[in-house]
């Protein structure tokens, strides 16, 4: 087993992976840039290593820096967490050519997955459903044509390098075809160097449901069950679950079978994610594979009990998976509530500052994975996730009150948050009934920014806020509250009181 990992990622994911180290007896070196020097990840890990400017592709993106940092640390392995390198063929490549392992799939299977028309042909090779849409990439606009009227439309075009939804464009009729190829070619150009495009039927409405699969370099390869990930904007998904309400077992077991062949096909090692889409009519269609830890693998933990990080890390060093397909179950419920530091209120805007008060959560059945702690400045320069909050109960109705109770719970002032927000996802009757569509958000909360807002009681957290802080400088041998115990008048009881309608 290795004696010390680097982890070349930031945030709560940085500290999830810092934490399976510890727990595994391994050493952690985190690497940071100059904003995020007095970070959690930084202060959780035993050895830090800065890596320079705060623009990602200066520190984070750097492959050469986080290379170095870990040859000169010590460390056998680099963990890429989610985002940044996490997917990078070349940086998997570089690390094997420095010595180094990568915890995650070789080379070549990112290469493979990373190109949506190879993964196609691979996949269709193998049996595996795939959306109705090109095989191959046509010359001529013509040949897309051809294909978009046998397909008939609506048709969505979709970058090859793609993914994520960079690139795409739904056309509804011939007239619009060629200017969405031209659009969609010169986004895919831009964010992926890359401009070929190519056609798919569009699927309206559809649900995105997911398959957590885990594979060692022995030949074995088992399924971990579905995330229904459908709750999203902007493909930015904000709650996610497992399992998921549109599967009965039988398509539950099929559509596990299939990852696991899926995988299997593309030669793909450690932990990984398969996407499908499920049409209205409950037919499911592979969409993409993810060739990394996810953001939502906590649901998968709460729900099969199996430590998806602890895994990687065994797989990568080479170990046999002592987990067999009969073993893995899905017990109970879990649902997964992602807190972004932006504004829902003001169209997501990002809203980046000191966070000035921060009550965490706890109980039977709450995690709450965060990068974050009292006093921290969130800045501008990367993905706005601070945390995320994942529930376990024994059924969806018990699992959905508990995330209501511990939204309600946590407490995050100075910067806004969209805690209110999701309390009003989870306690809507169409979650509640499970009716949930990646049109959801769009159908119930189009217009969630125009609702009245709570100037009263904004007001009144940031009084409290800066009573908080106040009273901490004040009287240094209190708690960072400023309380001192047994002590009646809290900001927080000011704001009950408040809430209840006399202060
Ligand atoms: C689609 C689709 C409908 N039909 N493909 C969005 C992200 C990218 N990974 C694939 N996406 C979609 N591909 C066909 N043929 C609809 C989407 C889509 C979507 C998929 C999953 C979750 C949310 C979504 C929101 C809008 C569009």
Known sequence: MFTKVLIANRGEIAVRVIKACREMGIRSVAVYSDVDRASLHVRMADEAVPIGPPPAAESYLHMEKIVQSARRTGAEAIHPGYGFLAENAAFARVCVEAGLVFIGPTAPALELVGDKVRARQTMEKAGIPIIPGMKSLPRSINEFEGAARELGYPVIVKASAGGGGKGMRVVEEEKDLRPSLEAGMREAKSAFGDETVYLEKYIEEPRHVEVQVL??????????????????????????????????????????????????????????????????????????????????????????????????????????????????????????????????????????????????????????????????????????????????????????????????????????????????????????????????????????????????????????????????????DRGRDGRASGEATTPWTSLGRWRNGGA
């Not at 009519?281 to 953001?295: I, K, T, W």
């Open 215 to 476: 594979s060692d370099m022995h030949g074995r390869t088992v399924h971990l069950y579905e995330r229904e990930c459908s709750i999203q904007r902007r493909h930015q998904k904000i709650v996610e679950e497992s399992p998921s309400t549109a599967l009965d077992p039988a398509m539950r077991a099929e559509m596990g079978e299939t990852a696991r062949r899926a995988m299997e096909a593309a030669g793909y090692t450690n932990a990984g994610t398969v996407e499908f889409l499920l049409d209205k009519n409950r037919r499911f269609y592979f969409l993409e594979v993810n060739a990394r830890l996810q953001v939502e693998h906590p649901v998968t933990e709460l729900v099969t009990g199996i430590d998806l990080v602890r895994q990687q890390i065994l797989v990568a060093a080479g170990e046999r998976l002592d987990i067999a397909q009969e073993d893995v179950r899905q017990r109970g419920h879990a649902i997964e509530c992602r807190i972004y530091a932006e504004d829902p209120k003001r169209n997501f805007l990002p809203s980046p500052g000191k966070i000035r008060v921060y009550r965490e959560p706890a109980g039977p059945g709450i995690r709450l994975d965060s990068g974050i702690y009292e006093g921290w400045d969130v800045p501008i320069y990367y993905d706005p996730i601070l945390a995320k909050l994942v529930v376990w109960a024994e059924n969806r109705e018990r699992a959905c009150r508990r995330m209501a109770a511990a939204l309600s719970e946590t407490v995050i002032l100075g910067i806004q948050t969209p805690l209110a927000f999701l309390r009003d996802i989870v306690t809507h009757e169409a979650f509640r009934t499970g009716r949930t569509d990646t049109s959801f958000l769009k159908t119930h909360f189009e217009n969630y920014g125009e609702r009245p807002t709570d100037e009263d009681g904004l007001r009144l957290a940031l009084a409290a806020a800066a009573f908080a802080e106040t009273k901490a400088a004040a009287k240094p």
